[in-house]
């Protein structure tokens, strides 16, 4: 009797052993999951903020050149522009400025999600666009490259409305954008991508350069 009822005692301890070890160990992969998915999406949001200030600077790096009487549109407040073409200095010739070929860095429909309201390519963003930056617009030598995808369609914050709802002096500005203050340009760029919880994350990386006369 004594041994039936040891052996029923240890079989018990066994089964609330097991469900205990079962409960520690779910737990422990549920926070491991958790940790898991916090990381992927801190890394999708890095990628993002690297990736926008990356091309903020790029953009910068090529603009910082232009003639400030070259920029097309002047692109000023409360409509700055998408889009800005301009000419760069060669150097003088004869007493007077050289200007290189017609330069544009601009927002352009992504061809796999045209600009209709819809997620077309069902990557969870709505109407995103690309980066495009052309050489010898209109020229005999014109090229053009995509610089970055996953551009917000519209700068963070912002919906269009004819009014400025992030705040920052701009109007239904887009997720380029570019706004002359004085003999500087603001350029301001958003990146959207899907996390790994179904949610959109946006990064805006802002960059600014002087222009030459
Ligand atoms: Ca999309
Ligand atoms: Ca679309
Ligand atoms: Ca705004
Ligand atoms: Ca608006």
Known sequence: MMRARERGVTILEMVVATAAFMVVIGAVFSVLATGSQTVQATTVSGQLECKGERIARRIGRTVIHAGASTLLPSPQAPLGSSQVSFQCSQGWANGAMVWGPVISVGLEDDINDPNDGMDNDGD???????????????????TSEIWVENVRRFMDGEIQNNQDDNGNGLVDEAGLSFVLQGSTLVIRLCLERRGVDGRVVTKVAQHAVRLRN
């Not at 969870?124 to 014109?142: H, K, L, Q």
């Open 124 to 142: 969870g963003c709505i109407d995103e666009a690309t980066v495009v930056w052309c050489r010898d617009v209109g020229g005999p030598n014109e």
